[in-house]
């Protein structure tokens, strides 16, 4: 199941391993969530997102782009404490995604590295482009 944070989960922000120096109180202002897959009452996986009207190639512009009546949906970080939950929360987003008639695209905001490339492309995105600083997946909706 997904769902928002909760506030007494808070703490959990401080485990992300991409962007742990985002504060927690910037995660949830002006179109950001926290979205997490909760699996047999445990946190087994945990996304940020971001909804914009534009693809942000860096952080500062993802906060500049945020709109909560964006249609497109950035995943900014992500992060499991199961194996396996990574792909199952991009997947369960991807899907809500598509339920919601307003969100056209789900793109990613992911760092530069071999690892986050080999995450994205082995679930279904494309890369549509590399900056300094970050580089965009798209999943198909």
């Known amino acids: 199941m997904l769902r928002s944070l909760k506030a007494e989960e808070k703490d959990l922000i401080l485990e992300d391993p991409v962007r742990p120096h985002i504060p927690y109180e910037k995660r949830f202002e002006n179109g950001r969530n926290v ?17 914009t009207n534009a693809i942000p190639i860096t952080e500062q512009e993802m906060f500049d782009m945020a709109d909560p009546n964006g249609d497109i949906c950035i995943a900014y970080t992500v992060w499991s404490y199961s194996k396996g939950a990574g792909r199952r929360i991009i997947n369960q987003l991807r899907d809500n995604a598509q339920e919601l008639a307003a969100l056209n695209r789900m793109v990613t905001l992911s760092p530069l590295t071999e690892m986050a490339e080999r995450f994205h492309i082995s679930n279904g995105a494309t890369l549509l482009r590399r900056g300094e600083q970050c580089q965009n997946f798209e999943y198909p909706l």
């Open 35 to 51: 979205i997490v897959l909760e699996e047999n009452n445990t946190v087994s996986a945990i996304v940020c997102v971001a909804l």
